[in-house]
């Protein structure tokens, strides 16, 4: 459910909240620091920007600081790989979600006059994709799909999402060899098959080029001023390299409002303002936020939805 408010920037008078694990906190290896449990919660701020197609970067990536962790708490900095998760949300509404959930591929702790910052580079997925070797060997008669699942099998921390797309059942030439990391084997496969993919939140999720991960659009969320829209939505020259005439083409929209966990890549929304209304695609979405400053919100880039891609009850 969408966060209502009365005008724009209402939704800044909200009690935001945020979550953040590091490591095995509950075997004891890790610590969680949740802000609606202590008086005077540790002061966070955070970067995090995804993607519906991660093919040409090395995933869904960002950054989470932390001010002033004790001495022994600031010592998970040096744990390369160890395991992080962030949620947010708004403490009068409906609770934190998860926003972002990999491995903390760099830390680092550093001095601003009188404050110690933990900072911590996340990538979802990281350790998963990258840090191991497939050695599989398909069989003729397997499909696009199947070799999509048993690249995800490969990876027992990521779930099975939304694997959706027009080539999914076209069968493979002979037999097909996995023999590189999960990332590598992905990012070829898909672009053999014209598709797009991302790990998000421990989650694989795979879709045509521009495609959505689902047609309902039952309970997608609404961006609008009621529900923390910030400035009216424009149009951007971005543009999708088609061939002419492809379906597929959009252009693209811009929209800044209240942070909203449930709004990720390949998702679809529905932009209620004067000058854009419709349902439209999530291509990237960059999530900002500062507990005791302004930033508590999700920027996004975004292309329309046409009766072909989606099923809209009229």
Known sequence: MALQVTTVN???????????????????????????????????????????????????????????????????????????????????????????????????????????ISVIELGEGYVELTQARLSRILSPGQTVGDVIETIRESMPGVARGSIVGTNLNSPIIGSYRLSATAKEELDKITKAYGFQYHVTNGILNVTDVNGPNSRS?????????????????????????????DKRARYGVQVVTALDATIVPSSVVKIESEKVTGYYRVNTARYTGDFRGNDWQVEIQCSEMTPDDIDVLQ
């Open 10 to 116: 209402e939704y800044t008078k909200y009690d935001r909240q945020y979550k953040i694990t590091i490591g095995d906190y509950v075997n004891g290896d890790g610590i969680e620091l949740i802000s609606t449990e202590v008086d005077a919660p540790l002061q966070i701020t955070f970067n995090i920007e995804k993607s519906a197609d991660t093919k040409h970067k090395n995933g869904n990536s960002g950054s989470i600081e932390i001010y002033n962790l004790n001495p022994e708490q600031a010592l998970l900095m040096d744990r390369k790989d160890i395991e992080v998760a962030l949620y947010v949300g708004y403490n009068n509404r409906d609770g934190m979600k998860l926003l972002a959930s990999g491995n903390m591929t760099k830390g680092k702790t550093v001095k601003h006059g009188t404050d110690t």
């Open 217 to 245: 659009v039952v309970d997608v969320p609404i961006i609008s001023v009621d529900t923390g829209m910030i400035d009216e939505p424009f149009q951007t020259t971005e543009y999708l390299k088609l061939p002419k005439g």
